[in-house]
């Protein structure tokens, strides 16, 4: 799929990572959705299904926690107050203990719910808003939203297929 240069395609690339992504992340047995046997975000380290998920729910949430800073005119911590983009592994460990609590189910609801919020804060935002100009060094706004989410779903979906074949 070509790197999105606009709000709808944006928007697009977000929804059919998305679809296919949930399509196969429902395919995961409840019974082992927590086994640690795909290779984790950090070198040498194992994660869950349930911890893919929480993964990306976190990265999700924090994209929408950058936009809402940004439209308060705050300052935004990229990646994340405390981590920087060279230790993500740390970032991803956050993540799954933030949502360990969650039930499987609960955690792809959760998914979902913040997903069609992102969706919601992406399309109220015109074209110049999000390519108009650089956002974080040289990424535009709409490049960084489309890293941290569309482009994750497409990768979560390369791990949770593999595993599902295993």
Known sequence: MAIPTSRVELLQAISTNFNRLIADLAQVPINRAREATLDGHAAAS???PA???AYLLGWN????SWLERDDRGLPVDFPETGFKWNAL???????????????????LEALIDVKGRL?????SRTDA?????PWYGKWSKGRMI????????ANARGRIRKWLKA
């Open 46 to 48: 194992r994660m869950s």
């Open 51 to 53: 911890d893919l998920v």
């Open 61 to 64: 949430t924090l994209v929408l």
């Open 89 to 107: 592994g740390r970032l991803a460990q956050k993540f799954y203990d933030d949502y360990r609590e969650l039930s499987y189910s609960q955690l």
């Open 119 to 123: 969706v919601d804060s992406i399309a």
């Open 129 to 133: 808003e999000l390519y108009g100009c």
């Open 146 to 153: 489309q890293l941290n989410t569309a482009s994750p779903y």
